[in-house]
């Protein structure tokens, strides 16, 4: 084998169990491949605990695109931050941005709810989420009328109550390293080395 290409384009996601398994047979025995944080949740580290099915010698290549979500993020959030090959990007460079945990909570009626409980971040610390929701604030009058257009935000009624949904500008980007002290950013998904 000369190398490895890995095709997560358009692929919104999964299971994490399964990015998990993914991504543990693509890097070094023992790393830390992904974790979760969130308020009233209990942080999760997840590890790869077997040995990589990829000789690490094997060059690897991941292709992403702006539809590549969930955990297909995962799993290449975790390539790029252990140096274990590089992410090309395919359009913007930047894959979705979906870094929530769910649960689900079944209801009467045959319904259920589906809420957040957490985020999911890269070795390196990078948090996938590329959207911040807030409740309401100032920059929205009395009447519940968007003050802040310049800053694209978009609002969502849920009753009477505003809330507003804005992706992470480009200046609060926190900075991380890889492994190996290269920079990547959080607060937009995966952004691609090509």
Known sequence: LNGLIIDLRGNPGGLLDSAVEVAANLVPQGSQLVSTKGRAFNDVSYFSDSAPVRNMDVPLAILTDSNSASAAEIVS?????????????????MTYGKGLVQN???????????????????????????????????EFDSKGINNAEENNVKMKGLGSSKYSARHVDEKDRKIFFTKNGRVVRDGGGIEADL
């Open 104 to 138: 689900i909570r079944d209801l009467p009626n045959d319904s259920s709810l589906k809420y957040t409980v957490a985020k999911y971040y890269t070795p390196s610390g990078r948090c996938i989420q590329s959207v911040e929701y807030k409740a309401p604030s100032k």
């Open 77 to 93: 959030g975790a390539v790029q931050d252990l140096d274990a090959g590089v992410i090309v990007g395919i359009g913007k460079g």
